[in-house]
């Protein structure tokens, strides 16, 4: 493999040509883009990056969304030794400017022109940043340049250069400062060298039996670590396709018409697509509801088999014939029809939902990676499949567990550090090279690795009981009235949880009921809706410990929200601004402890959901 991550990828354009790289949405139908285009592009932007001055290890800030030009960019400015320098295309102006400023970027491609208007009010916040490129529309100002003109812009520029500073590119050379989504303070900037993220690649490349004949819908956002490795620099590396989905809410559709081998997704994802099976499925006709639960019965007796390694035996493999025919086939065109397997990474995925997509024929392989591991550093596969676990290191990789039950990583892919951040370095990382994850988690006899919860997220109870809040919220995101969850309870007396009802199966559960409501806000306050969602929620938790059981709980009428700062880019919950956000109802639930269990609702006017709704 070469050096750096745009030599390698160039080195394929010359071995693939004419084949297609890319596919992109344009004006409803999807468009190719060869490998040569790729080049191309690659080295236009080059050309036009050196135009404009950009010299060694200066930084390319990229804020947009998953398109071919966020990786033009990205390529472009690796291959003539400069740093990228990701931004979820989602943020907000105050969160763009702090990136920009932390990491001296001295050019910034962005995708919104309102983006880039704002920004220019702060321009003395950062002196570095010489030249703002618009990949859509015009803006008059001398600091600010289309994209037709920043292209156009490389007249003098010749190809020699950019391959003198390609060749001096080195492994150990810093490619890219990725910023941490940041659950809790401000973002940190991630030292990932070249090393690095080749090294992940080649690693999953052993495990992943990945090739030209495969196409990967692209989706999560490029500025996630997870996203950027595994969805696009692997996928370049093994010559697959990649194709962007139109924005996340289109993954259904461009799911059909794309027509994906391999998806690669957080669990949030697949939760939903559960979610919305398991709705249409329950509202429909009463036969089809027991062919379709006959069916996962017996596909899960066939899964069981497959993850210990048995046949089903002629009996079973008759009923599995038929269950596919009838149920899962069907499933499987919905989502195109040639998906091979799923990818899943960024946080747990629930049993439940892993098990469904087992059953009906498609895995799920579930890894694991952090930011400062340049992704991932663990994952399932089909030679190695061992469902609740994240699976084994790959090749190269150490890991061990601390004393405390602290995930501990030593390998190449192990970032180089904070950037600007020593002191925050040398906490996490060791005088052996040892990465302090953050992560609680326990290693098999068989090198399956198995995450249990965040160190800093775990809850210390007023009885100091040590208790994981991420699997109590998965238990109660498998029910179906439940879409989400936070657990509350640390130096506190007993678990309370904020609970955000899936509305969907709520209202069907209301006109079956004859419950009468006139919005989502009267809806979690009917005394039977309550009183439903705590016998479930007992159900869910009965054979727990006393001091793991959700005491009492508040219906919320919203979602957590991007808008409110309470989830990340890539939807795991900030508990810290949940936390302040709804200080007075987890508060409110401590009031007169000991007089039984009293649970509510609460109703939060949110200008983006339909709390409202009749």
Not at 317 to 334: C, I, P, Q, T, Y
């Amino acid at each position: 493999m070469k050096n750096t991550i745009p030599a390698m990828i160039l080195e394929n354009a010359e071995r693939f040509r004419h084949r297609t790289v890319m596919r992109e949405k344009i004006d409803g139908s999807y468009k190719d883009i060869s490998w040569n285009e790729l080049k191309e592009n690659i080295l236009q932007h080059a050309r036009s990056l050196l135009a404009v001055g950009l010299q060694p290890e200066e930084k390319v800030a990229i804020m947009a969304p998953n398109c071919p030009e966020w990786a033009y960019a990205d390529l472009a400015a690796m291959a003539v030794n400069g740093i990228t320098i990701p931004v979820y295309h989602t943020e907000g102006i105050d969160t763009l400017l702090y990136i920009l400023k932390d990491s001296q970027s001295h050019i910034l491609f962005v995708h919104s022109q309102l983006i880039a208007e704002e920004l220019l009010e702060h321009l003395d916040d950062i002196p570095d940043c010489r030249h703002i490129i618009l990949l859509n529309g015009t803006l008059d100002h001398p600091k600010v340049m289309s994209l037709r003109d920043f292209l156009e812009n490389n007249k003098n520029e010749e190809d020699g250069k950019i391959f003198t500073r390609l060749e001096e590119g080195k492994t150990d050379q810093l490619a890219s400062i990725v910023y941490t989504s940041g659950t809790t303070g401000d973002p940190k900037g991630v030292m990932l060298s070249h090393g690095n993220l080749l090294a992940n690649i080649e690693g999953c490349a052993r495990l992943f039996d990945i090739g030209q004949q495969d196409t990967c819908l692209s989706f999560l956002p490029l500025s996630h670590v997870f996203e950027r490795v595994d969805g696009y620099y692997f996928m370049l590396y093994k010559g697959a396709v990649i194709a962007y989905a139109e924005s996340i809410d289109t993954v259904p559709a461009d799911l059909e018409a794309v027509k994906p081998t391999i998806l690669i997704s957080v669990p949030r994802l697949f939760e939903k697509m559960y979610a919305r099976i398991m709705e249409r499925v329950t509202s429909g006709p009463w036969l089809k509801r027991k062919i379709f639960f006959g069916a996962i019965a017996i596909g899960r007796k066939h899964a069981a088999n497959l993850v210990r390694g048995k046949g089903d035996g002629p009996a079973l493999g008759l009923l599995m014939s038929a269950a596919d025919h009838l149920v899962f086939s069907k499933l499987r065109e919905r989502l195109g029809g040639r998906l091979r397997f799923f990818v899943s990474g960024g946080a747990p995925l629930p049993g439940n939902v892993n098990d469904f997509f087992l059953a009906a024929g498609l895995q799920i392989f579930e890894g694991y990676g952090l930011t400062e591991t340049a992704a991932g550093i663990a994952a399932n596969h089909a030679g190695a499949f061992r469902p609740g676990t994240v699976g084994q290191a790959i090749e190269g990789t150490e890991l061990k567990i601390a004393e405390d039950g602290e995930i501990l990583i030593r390998g190449p892919g192990v970032f180089q550090g904070y950037w600007n951040k020593p002191d925050e370095t040398d906490e996490v990382l060791d005088h052996n090279d040892w990465f302090k994850t953050g992560d609680i988690g326990e290693i098999d006899d068989d090198g399956y690795l198995t995450i249990t919860d965040r160190k800093k997220d775990l809850i210390v109870t007023a009885g100091g009981e040590n208790i994981a809040p991420q699997n109590i919220e998965g238990s109660f995101k498998s029910d179906k009235f439940i879409a989400n969850a936070m657990v509350y309870g640390d130096r506190k007396p007993y678990l309370t949880a904020l609970l955000v009802p899936n509305f969907d199966n709520l209202e069907r559960y209301a006109k079956m009921k004859k419950i009468s409501y006139l919005n989502h806000c009267d809806l979690i306050r009917q005394p039977r809706v309550l009183d439903l969602i705590r016998r479930r929620i007992d159900t869910l938790q009965e054979s727990a410990p006393s001091h793991h059981q959700v005491k009492r709980f508040t219906l919320i009428s919203r979602d957590f929200s991007n808008e409110e700062n309470e989830v990340t880019p890539t939807m795991k919950i900030r508990r810290k601004t949940i936390s302040e956000n709804f200080k007075r109802i987890l508060e409110g639930m401590y009031l007169e402890p000991g007089k039984g269990v009293h649970d509510s609702a609460f109703c939060v006017i949110d200008r983006n959901s339909d709390a409202n709704k009749g």
